[in-house]
């Protein structure tokens, strides 16, 4: 019995551990008032230990903690997705990771971190690739001065744009133009 009591702490230790890492202080998901559940046997129809029972309740709450923690993922990514949406339609603004951490009301570096673990590029390069994929259109257009596109895509600077869409596409925007018109 002695040995089923040790096995029950180690396994709530686990169980600690792991929700203080996906909930924080939040209360845990695995019981109503927010504590772990205390040790007790579970004890089959004879009045006896049943390690059956003690199974499926352990695999009750494994599963229940997976759960959980499934669901968090999702979230996480879900906001991060919703952070690429902004991007997506205000790549033209002056957008600063500071001004993302305000609109969503999280954290600059838990922003920065979950962008680059989902998308594997940091944010800023993020919003450069937008800017310079739209640029790459909107040059197409032989209506449309260099300093006019530049601003349609967010950079008040010309020059600094042209410098840009050079390292990132390998062609000043001058000379993409030439090489992609008809």
């Known amino acids: 019995m002695k040995q089923f009591e040790i096995w029950w ?18 209360p845990s998901p695995l019981s109503a ?3 772990l559940k205390p040790f007790s046997v579970p004890l089959g129809p004879e ?10 309740e352990l695999l009750s709450d494994l599963t229940e903690l997976s759960r959980r ?5 999702q979230q996480e990514s ?7 949406k902004y991007i997506q339609n205000h790549y033209h603004q002056d957008i600063t990771l500071q001004d993302i951490a305000n609109h969503f009301y999280l ?7 979950k962008f680059k673990q989902e998308f594997q590029v940091n944010l800023s390069d993020y919003i450069t690739g937008i800017r310079m994929d739209k640029a790459k259109s ?16 967010g950079y008040e600077d010309e020059k600094y744009f042209s410098k840009v869409f050079k390292k990132m596409v390998g062609q ?5 133009r030439k090489v992609s018109q008809p």
């Not at 702490?9 to 939040?26: I, K, P, T, V, W």
């Not at 909107?138 to 349609?152: D, F, G, T, Y």
């Open 107 to 113: 954290s600059r570096e838990y922003i920065s971190r």
């Open 9 to 26: 702490h180690e396994y709530n230790a686990f169980c600690s551990r792991q929700l203080a890492e996906l909930f924080g202080d939040q």
């Open 33 to 35: 008032d927010g504590s």
């Open 172 to 176: 000043s925007p001058n000379e993409y």
């Open 69 to 73: 923690s499934l669901d968090k993922q």
């Open 138 to 153: 909107l040059l197409l257009n032989p209506h449309l001065r260099i300093s006019q596109v530049a601003q349609m895509v």
């Open 47 to 56: 009045g006896t230990l049943s390690i059956e029972l003690w199974r499926e």
């Open 78 to 84: 879900s906001v991060i997705f919703d952070i690429a």
